[in-house]
């Protein structure tokens, strides 16, 4: 199968595009910029993504380089990962803009797809859209990036409707894993190498932590069989559904095992209360029939977090 998959750069779009190729699937991934244009882990993953992805860079989704790298690739499935992400956590983050850059030509691609043989579409979601997971209710939008990503999904499913083509929805919790952002997991990694102890500042937060290699299993076997039975369908896969403090203390204690370093967390009392208390999936995932191991998962993340992991 020939899959036409945006975002490959991204964290989660990496991996996808790993699972997919492991499954047999040639991965076309069109990219915004060179690889050596970005910086840090981001560029890390573009420049590793040739190892099992046909890479097009400069080209931007929606743009006329891109129908014509549709035209030209005969895929059988598109899987539109990618999103406006710069300042996400910003309450200022620019929503219009967003949306729009995100479904940038979906009408015309729309009827591209009708007559082309790229029968179905896969969409990312989040849990953190409007009405997504299970939680807290109302179960408004995050933020304003959870409202693009709400917005961006109504207007796919709108078109797709229109011109009948299946629409699978894949919802992404929060995923954790080799090749992230140097956020939450990379935070308490830097702070046990200075011999310190991370704090956790909000540990009441019930939230839906997903090993990335797990969650990219899962994504590809969704896509595959989407695209095999040309239906539309939606999946919410999720792991460990569990406190933020509870998380950081699995994350410690099995990273801890695997190195010589001491790997201690000090639990906050929780101040800031301005997110839902309660968002997560609801999707179990038959790891066993994918195929993935939940021990060697954690040797990967032990073993990516090895560097930062030695004592300054």
């Given amino acids: 199968m020939?899959?036409?998959?945006?975002?490959?750069?991204?964290?989660t779009g990496y991996w996808f595009?790993?699972?997919?190729?492991?499954?047999?699937?040639t991965v076309i991934a069109p990219l915004r910029s060179a690889p050596e244009s970005y910086t840090?882990?981001?560029?890390?993953?573009?420049?590793?993504?040739?190892?099992?992805?046909?890479?097009?860079?400069?080209?931007?989704?929606?743009?006329?380089?891109?129908f014509a790298l549709?035209?030209?690739?005969?895929?059988d499935l598109l899987c539109h990962h990618a999103a406006r992400v710069a300042n996400y956590r910003s309450p200022d983050f620019d929503v219009n803009f967003a949306v729009q850059e995100?479904?940038?030509?979906?009408?015309?691609?729309?009827?591209?797809?009708?007559?082309?043989a790229c029968a179905t579409v896969i969409l990312t979601g989040s849990v953190f859209e409007a009405d997504e997971g299970a939680g807290t209710e109302p179960r408004r939008a995050f933020s304003p990036y959870g409202l693009s990503k709400t917005l961006t999904a109504q207007v796919f499913r709108y078109w797709c409707e229109i011109g009948r083509i299946p629409l699978g929805k894949f919802v992404i919790p929060n995923p954790f894993g080799p090749f992230e952002e140097p956020r939450f997991c990379a935070y308490l990694a830097k702070t046990w190498a200075a011999g310190e102890t991370p704090e956790?500042?909000?540990?009441?937060?019930?939230?839906?932590?997903?090993?990335?290699?797990?969650?990219?299993?899962?994504?590809?076997d969704f896509a595959l069989t989407t695209a095999k039975e040309r239906r539309t369908s939606r999946f919410a896969p999720s792991q460990y559904v569990e406190s933020q403090g509870a998380f950081a203390q699995r994350f410690a204690f099995e990273v801890g095992r695997r190195s010589s370093v001491?790997?201690?967390?000090?639990?906050?009392?929780?101040?800031?209360f301005s997110e839902p208390l309660v968002r997560i999936n609801t999707d179990p995932v038959d790891s066993k029939r994918l195929g993935w191991s939940e021990a060697s998962a954690w040797d990967e993340v032990a073993a990516y977090y090895a560097e930062q992991l030695k004592p300054l």
């Fill in 40 to 66: 840090g882990v981001r560029q890390a993953r573009a420049k590793d993504l040739a190892h099992f992805a046909v890479v097009k860079p400069g080209v931007e989704f929606g743009s006329s380089e891109f």
């Fill in 70 to 75: 549709f035209d030209q690739s005969d895929c």
């Fill in 17 to 25: 595009a790993k699972a997919l190729a492991e499954r047999g699937a």
């Fill in 102 to 116: 995100n479904t940038r030509g979906l009408k015309s691609l729309s009827e591209r797809i009708q007559s082309a």
């Fill in 2 to 11: 020939k899959i036409l998959l945006t975002g490959a750069s991204s964290f």
């Fill in 200 to 220: 956790v500042r909000t540990p009441l937060y019930v939230r839906d932590n997903i090993h990335v290699s797990l969650l990219a299993k899962a994504y590809a």
């Fill in 262 to 272: 001491a790997c201690p967390v000090k639990i906050g009392e929780q101040a800031d």
